[in-house]
């Protein structure tokens, strides 16, 4: 994984957390215990052309964006994001696999990380992701998810 400068998406966060909230039915988590792993994957081409270029990421109809952020869980509900080891593997329904390479950002006190992928119209990609908090001893956990893309 790469770090991210984050003078390249200052003033973009706002923006991006404003657009991952738009598509909460797109965003979901995984419980690990002590963390919470929330993550979405979007069509590119629904980011703005400036939020995309903020971000580094090419829009286009068939390219995805997978957004992940791993918060440790704090009694009090103010879960605070944490940096990890992930590492995130998409296959197809037809057994093909590709990695999906992932950069963190940071931004004030977000952490988040983000991969973009290429897709083909009605796609379903099941995602392995393995996560391993750098503040929880042990080995990684891992999940998996599905989701379907669409060309637009």
Do not use: C
């Not at 080891?85 to 931004?107: K, M, P, W, Y």
Request: glycine share 4%; charged share 25%.
């Amino acid at each position: 994984m790469k770090k991210t400068d984050s003078r390249r998406v200052r003033g973009w966060w706002f923006v991006f957390l404003m657009l991952w909230a738009s598509t909460a039915a797109a965003q979901q988590a995984e419980d690990l215990g002590s963390h919470l792993v929330h993550y979405s994957a979007i069509n590119t081409s629904q980011l703005t052309p400036e939020v995309a270029s903020a971000i580094g990421v090419q829009r286009s109809s068939s390219r995805a964006l997978l957004n992940l952020a791993v918060l440790r869980k704090n009694e009090q509900g103010m879960d605070r994001p944490v940096r990890a080891s992930i590492r995130v593997e998409a296959v197809n329904i037809a057994g093909q696999r590709r990695d999906v390479e992932l950069r963190e950002v940071t931004e004030q006190d977000a952490i988040y990380y983000l991969g973009s992928f290429r897709f083909h119209n009605e796609e379903r990609i099941t995602f392995r992701v393995s996560v391993h908090p750098e503040d929880r001893p042990g080995p990684a956990r891992e999940f998996s998810f599905q989701q379907q893309f669409f060309v637009h």
